[in-house]
């Protein structure tokens, strides 16, 4: 959009003019209302395809009584249960409408025109959109085999570097960093520096060498971990999550964080949730078979992928996706085109139920074959 499209453009915030937004998966809904279909299937948005667990459901169902009082808005209850389940003190814990509300509270609160960021090329679009909002300068770091490339990035990082973006695993690509190589990179990076560690899949990885960097808050105060309860613990529309970090950075995030951000059902749903391990076991269970499936029909159909620690996987059609996956939304299968993070051959299939999975990679195999 130019200027004379929209004459408010030069009276926006410096960063904003050059923003593109975010681009979920496409809802069931607008696809079946835009294409006069029906039972249509989406694997776009690494939902758990089996949504919350009994325990979350029911913490939800006993609180229709309370929809016409706020929240708590310190979210009191919530952060005791996190706090205990990570062993790390309450006074940690921050919690967001999201954990995306925790990655842009990060960015308001530490980024500035006057600071860089660091990311990885193929990294999770919010680290750019949310610190392009706020003006920063972003220095990008060439992925290495679709991976976050340590080396590449701690070469960008400067005294003038406030926060540096790593997800692991990544999305879209589903590589992940191992314990050695993140606590080496996060031990060389000047204190001035917050390293934010997004570990919104950290439940679906079985890797032994997969750090726990819970545990290495109390040696790096300048480690932030978030984590959510959208994909795992199947609580997407609630809208939670949450960052661990010094109870110092914690007390400034929650300087900008809004009193009510996390409602009454999420921040009892998702206290429910973490006590639900039996729900955890199942969804990653479910998550494993599936992945093998698409696994075993990639090489079936001479299909290259990322090899993904996720509960989603990235596979390169070899040609440009975007026709493709037109003529997968016309047979009622939504996946993720990820042309907007410069994959333009890649869809990123989410995990889905089996039966989901199967009919996607039919989808797949009869579009490829036309
Ligand atoms: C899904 C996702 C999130 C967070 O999602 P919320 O729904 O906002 O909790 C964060 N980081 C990555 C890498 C994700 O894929």
Redesign the pocket.
């Known amino acids: 959009m130019t200027e004379q499209d929209n004459p408010f453009l030069p009276l926006a915030a410096p960063g904003i003019a050059g923003l593109t937004p975010y681009i979920p998966g496409k809802p069931v809904s607008e696809l079946e209302r835009e294409l006069g279909i029906r039972d249509s299937i989406k694997l776009a948005s690494?939902e758990n395809p089996l949504g919350p667990g009994p325990k979350a459901r029911a913490a939800i169902a006993e609180l229709m009584g309370e929809i016409g009082r706020y929240p708590d808005g310190g979210g009191f209850e919530l952060r005791r249960v996190i706090a205990d389940y990570h062993g790390v003190a309450q006074s940690a814990v921050t919690i967001g409408n999201?954990?995306?509300?925790v990655l842009d509270l990060i960015a308001r609160t530490f980024l500035s025109p006057q600071v860089e960021t660091v990311y990885s090329e193929y990294a999770?679009a919010?680290y750019a959109i949310s610190s392009q909002a706020v003006g920063a300068t972003a220095r990008i770091a060439k992925a290495s085999d679709y991976g976050h490339d340590l080396d590449a990035m701690a070469a960008l990082v400067t005294d003038r570097t406030r926060v540096v973006w790593i997800?692991n695993p990544n999305?879209p690509t589903g590589t992940w960093l191992s314990a050695a190589a993140l606590r080496s990179f996060i031990g060389a990076v000047p204190r001035t520096c917050l390293v934010v560690v997004?570990e919104?899949y950290t439940e679906y990885v079985s890797e032994p060498d997969f750090p726990d960097t819970t545990r290495w808050l109390d040696s790096f105060p300048n480690l932030i971990v978030t984590r959510?309860f959208?994909?795992a613990h199947g609580l997407?529309a609630l809208?939670v999550?949450y960052g661990l970090s010094d109870p110092r950075v914690a007390e400034l995030l929650n300087r900008v964080r809004q009193p009510f951000n996390v409602n009454t059902f999420a921040q009892a749903a998702a206290a429910a949730a973490l006590g639900d391990r039996e729900h955890v076991r199942a969804s990653l269970e479910l998550n494993r078979v599936g992945m093998q499936q698409y696994v075993d029909a990639f090489r079936r159909l001479g299909l290259d992928f990322i090899p993904s620690v996720g509960n989603f996987i990235s596979v390169d059609l070899g040609r440009p996706a975007a026709a493709l996956n037109q003529a997968l939304l016309r047979r009622g299968v939504i996946l993720r085109p990820l042309g907007n993070y410069g994959l333009p051959n890649h869809l990123r299939i989410s995990i889905g139920l089996e039966s989901e999975n199967a009919r996607c990679i039919a989808a797949l195999e009869d579009v490829l074959a036309s």
């Open positions: 690494n999201g954990s995306n509300d999770f919010v997800a999305n997004d919104a959510t959208a994909k997407a809208r999550g």
